[in-house]
Nanobody, 119 residues
Framework: QVQLVESGGGLVQPGGSLRLSCAAS????????MGWYRQAPGKQRELVAT???????NYADSVKGRFTISRDNTKNTVYLQMSSLKPEDTAVYYC?????????????WGQGTQVTVSS
């Protein structure tokens, strides 16, 4: 089992910044990628950013240039640095870890952390 614990969410004004952290523990072997997803009330969960075990990054178009995903392998932690935040960024942000298996994969999810962008 993989446990993912997010932290760093909160209330911030438009244009502000937040850094989310996701600490992974448990059976973390063969985790091929980690990422951040978000879900606003009444909307589908959407991809925000991912980072592979090799360090390749992918971002949603809506956050490119504003968000940066990174990881610290020594701490088994992935980060999401969010800048120039907009009210549209308000959502619950979930950390994701994907374990690749022989013929499939398994996703693990954190409990979520609330990000509210409001004046």
């Amino acid at each position: 089992q993989v446990q993912l614990v997010e932290s760093g969410g909160g209330l911030v004004q438009p244009g502000g910044s937040l850094r989310l952290s996701c600490a992974a523990s448990g059976s973390i072997f063969s985790i091929n990628a980690m990422g951040w997803y978000r879900q606003a009330p009444g909307k589908q969960r959407e991809l925000v950013a991912t980072i592979t075990s090799g360090g390749r990054k992918n971002y949603a178009d809506s956050v490119k240039g504003r968000f940066t995903i990174s990881r610290d392998n020594t701490k088994n932690t992935v980060y999401l640095q969010m800048s120039s935040l907009k009210p549209e960024d308000t959502a619950v942000y979930y950390c994701n870890a994907r374990r690749g298996l022989i013929t499939s994969f398994v996703d693990y999810w954190g409990q979520g952390t609330q990000v509210t962008v409001s004046s």
